[in-house]
Antibody, heavy 128, light 111 residues
Framework: QLQLQESGPGLVKPSETLSLTCSVTGGFIIDATTFWGWIRQSPGKGLEWIGSIHYSGTTYDNPSLKGRVTLSLGTSMIHFSLKLTSVTAADTAVYYC????????????????????WGKGTTVTVSS | QSVLTQPPSVSGAPGQRVTLSCTGS?????????VHWYQQVPGTAPKVLIYGNTNRPSGVPDRFSGSKSGTSASLAISGLQGEDEADYYCQSYDSSLSVYVFGTGTKVTVL
């Protein structure tokens, strides 16, 4: 059974870079139509999609984060990572990693993806 | 950026049927993009209940059903049970923002 687990520092200073890793067990990152993504949840803004990555290296990220997002895959293909630069207090949230699946079997149209497996989440606080 | 609007709360007695709404616009639900629904028990991660407007993943009781019409979607919970107390979120894609968007969330209370 596929399981995801987020890891990384729980406290990041303002203007620094938030770095998180999602470990994938019980399944494979290398899948033709699957994307792997990050979603965050804060009291003020609810659930917010941050970005997604395919095993080929194709990435999509939320334009509202103004280019601060970098997504990458581990060389062993058993984890993927998020870096968010120049953080502020507004980036304080619970961060989840998730597997994204397409509602159309074999499809890769971005408009048809949903999050079918989630990690438990990790709380990140931005504060000096 | 919650561009999908949901009522803040819905309540019902055990055994009743409740319906949760999710209202979008012509750039998301109205554009024909699928709507998906998630259940989140406080302190835990969201869990998918409905995907592709009407489909239930294996293991989700058939008490949960989804529908979509125009710029809105609905999640119905029949035979309400105490374990259904949770927050529920809809999700779709928005073409004007080029992002996956979530609803504002509805808290379901079982009286």
């Amino acid at each position: 059974q596929l399981q995801l687990q987020e890891s990384g520092p729980g406290l990041v200073k303002p203007s620094e870079t938030l770095s998180l890793t999602c470990s994938v067990t019980g399944g494979f990152i290398i899948d033709a139509t699957t994307f792997w993504g990050w979603i965050r949840q804060s009291p003020g803004k609810g659930l917010e999609w941050i970005g997604s990555i395919h095993y080929s290296g194709t990435t999509y990220d939320n334009p509202s984060l103004k280019g601060r997002v970098t997504l990458s895959l581990g060389t062993s293909m058993i984890h993927f990572s998020l870096k968010l630069t120049s953080v502020t207090a507004a980036d304080t949230a619970v961060y989840y990693c998730a597997r994204l699946r397409n509602t159309i079997s074999g499809g890769m149209t971005q408009t048809h993806y949903y999050m079918d497996v989630w990690g438990k989440g990790t709380t990140v606080t931005v504060s000096s | 950026q919650s561009v999908l609007t949901q009522p803040p709360s819905v309540s019902g007695a055990p055994g009743q049927r409740v319906t949760l709404s999710c209202t979008g616009s012509s750039s998301n639900i109205g554009a024909g993009y699928d709507v998906h629904w998630y259940q989140q028990v406080p302190g835990t991660a969201p869990k998918v209940l409905i995907y592709g407007n009407t489909n239930r993943p294996s293991g989700v009781p058939d008490r949960f059903s989804g529908s979509k019409s125009g710029t809105s979607a609905s999640l119905a919970i029949s035979g309400l049970q105490g374990e259904d107390e949770a927050d529920y979120y809809c999700q779709s894609y928005d073409s004007s923002l080029s992002v996956y968007v979530f609803g504002t969330g509805t808290k379901v209370t079982v009286l």
